[in-house]
């Protein structure tokens, strides 16, 4: 890492730090709250940057199951990454590296390095201080990194700290912080816990004593909170405020009050109602440098969405449905999308196993119900995946896509899907398939990249931003991004399409109309005599933004909503009507 700046080229005060804790159970919010103090302090006119930190001991999530973690959310330069820095990039319109997620894994591995080197002149290696040193000079040399396109370092870097406190593993990160916290003084660092306040049900009465076992215990540790975001069902009430500041040794005013909104762009509303980028900018002594929050935007966005009475219905055939965190990129880009053609997403979850033939026999409710969700919907969708689970399902629903002519966009493995199933129902290729899932196929039409490690799993893949350019300029794909030669678009992917089998491909209806830069890999396929049948190799969802779609979900929107008033038009005797 490079040596950490103390201020910046004009000789301000160096980067501040909000740290984001968070305690009593997992999955509280910690990443909103961090995405939503960010965009507050931005809206005052600070400049804002993010860390993550995961106390895992892998060096980072590439090789973590979606059901373990949620999605890997992937960067620009190829960094995989927590599903949190996605939050911050979509909150914050920012573009982070693979060095603002810091892991257990990273560190040790950078001090083992150290170590054996000999950059510690002999002495024994220990967790204090050698660990703790190197969590120290990560944080402030990232924190150093502009990553909103200027020169200057960032005014604040919000850290969130994964996990709860009390976590074993965290405890490295806490000790470090801690060193962190003292060595800049108060007017350099804030702390924000995050915690719940439940309410039992047979009592019905908010509950404060978890909020203050978790902070006498985060106390215990050496880190007093500055302020304390309450998560709750419901407003807190002023006695619950009262008394979690007598217990906490917190003043009401830094009480802050997160309950349940309709959707989580709220979230950073609810922060400046109550106040707390002035609690903040007060600890962090940056009165000069701020303004008050101009969140005019951000406000008509929340309230807009909240206005919608039209939906649109998205069969989302995946594999990882028992989590929706699995999907959450794609699920926020299809929010984006819907929201800017005035329309909610009603997403309709469809296992992709439940489609299979197989399920007719093993569980028939499930398949009935299955198929019965994909027809109502007014448009498919089959996200990126690994392995050969639902395969079956997912080219029956790519068939039934094609032959009814049902919006369907594809992403990575979706798109190597519509290859395989035209392979097989339109070729005749009977045997066509992905050498992930039958290395003895003769018919490879999807095949394993040739630069690729066959033996190791982490960081091997095709990864990041890359740049495809359109074979075919007046294809649809490119008019959905205002006709431009070529997209910069997020890759993650070990397989690509088998380019022999282009040509029979291309003479029966599916074009490729876009590739790499050398011609031979394929990125983009369109089926031709279809309203929208688009597969795309890379994942548009993680450059998705509220205010900047993703343009092949904008066009899967779109042709949804044009599919649905020409079944209403048949439906109703108009053109197209059967006599």
Not at 203 to 209: C, D, I, L, P, S
Not at 245 to 251: G, L
Not at 366 to 390: M, N, Q, V, Y
Not at 424 to 452: C, I, Q
Request: contains cysteine; negative net charge.
């Amino acid at each position: 890492m490079a040596a950490a700046a103390t201020a910046t080229e004009e000789g301000r005060p160096a980067t501040k730090y909000v740290l984001i804790t968070g305690g009593v159970v997992s999955g509280l919010g910690k990443g909103v709250t961090a995405s939503s103090v960010g965009v507050v302090l931005k809206s005052c006119g600070l400049r804002v940057t993010c860390i993550k930190i995961d106390p895992y001991l892998n060096t980072d999530a590439g090789t973590m199951s979606p059901f373990e973690h949620g999605e890997v959310f992937v960067l620009d330069d190829g960094g995989e990454v927590d599903l949190d820095l996605g939050n911050y990039e979509r909150f914050l319109d920012v573009t982070l590296t693979r060095e603002n997620n810091i892991t257990t894994g990273k560190i040790y591995q950078s001090v083992i390095e150290k170590e054996r080197k000999g950059d510690y002149l002999g002495k024994t290696v220990q967790v204090v201080p050698h660990v703790t040193d190197e969590i120290k000079n990560w944080i402030q040399s990232v924190s150093s990194v502009p990553v909103d396109g200027q020169t200057r370092p960032a005014d604040v870097c919000v850290i969130e700290l994964g996990g709860t406190v009390g976590d074993i593993e965290s405890m490295p990160f806490i000790e470090a912080l801690r060193q962190l916290s003292f060595s800049l003084g108060k007017d350099n660092f804030c702390l924000i816990h995050v915690s719940l306040v439940p309410v039992l049900g047979v009592v019905g009465e908010q509950k404060t004593k978890p909020t203050q076992h978790s902070v006498r215990e985060l106390r215990a540790l050496g880190l007093t909170p500055d302020l304390l975001a309450c998560r709750s069902a419901q407003p807190l009430i002023g006695s619950v405020k009262e008394k979690l500041s007598q217990f906490c040794h917190v003043p009401v005013e830094n009480i802050l009050d997160i309950h349940d909104v309709p959707n989580i762009w709220h979230v950073p509303l609810i922060l400046r109602n109550q106040k707390a980028h002035e609690a903040i900018i007060k600890q962090l002594n940056l009165a000069r440098s701020a303004g008050p929050p101009e969140l005019g935007d951000w406000t008509q966005m929340a309230e807009s969405y909240d206005n919608l009475s039209n939906s649109v219905k998205i069969a989302l055939v995946g594999k990882y449905n028992n989590l929706t965190d699995s999907y959450l990129s794609v699920v926020k880009a299809l929010l984006h999308s819907s929201v800017a053609c005035s329309l909610k997403p009603s997403i309709q979850w469809v296992a992709a196993s439940d489609l299979e033939d197989a399920a007719a026999t093993n569980a028939p409710d499930a398949h009935a119900k299955a198929w019965e969700t994909l027809k109502d919907s007014s448009c498919i969708l089959i996200p990126g995946g690994f392995g050969d689970r639902g395969i079956s399902g997912m080219i029956l629903a790519a068939k039934y896509a094609r032959e009814n002519k049902v919006p369907y966009l594809g992403i990575c493995l979706g798109m190597q899907i519509s290859v395989i199933e035209m392979s097989r129902h339109v070729l005749g290729l009977g045997d066509a398939d992905s050498e992930e899932f039958n290395t003895d196929t003769p018919d490879r039409v999807v095949m394993y990249m040739p630069e690729v490690s066959k033996t190791h799993m982490g960081n091997t893949m095709r990864l990041g931003c890359r740049r495809t350019f359109f074979r075919k300029p007046d294809c649809l794909t490119s008019k959905l991004y205002g006709s431009p030669p070529h997209v910069d678009e997020r890759h993650r992917h070990r397989y690509e399409v088998n380019p022999s089998f282009v040509p029979m491909l291309e003479k029966a209806g599916l074009q490729f109309v876009g590739c790499d830069e050398s011609g031979n890999r394929m990125e983009i396929v369109e089926l031709q005599d279809h309203p929208f049948y688009i597969g795309v190799q890379y994942h548009p969802e993680f450059k998705s933004r509220p205010r900047r779609p993703s343009p092949p979900f904008t066009g899967l929107i779109l042709a949804a909503t044009e599919h649905v008033r020409a079944l209403a038009n048949i439906s109703n005797g108009g053109p197209g009507a059967s006599e």
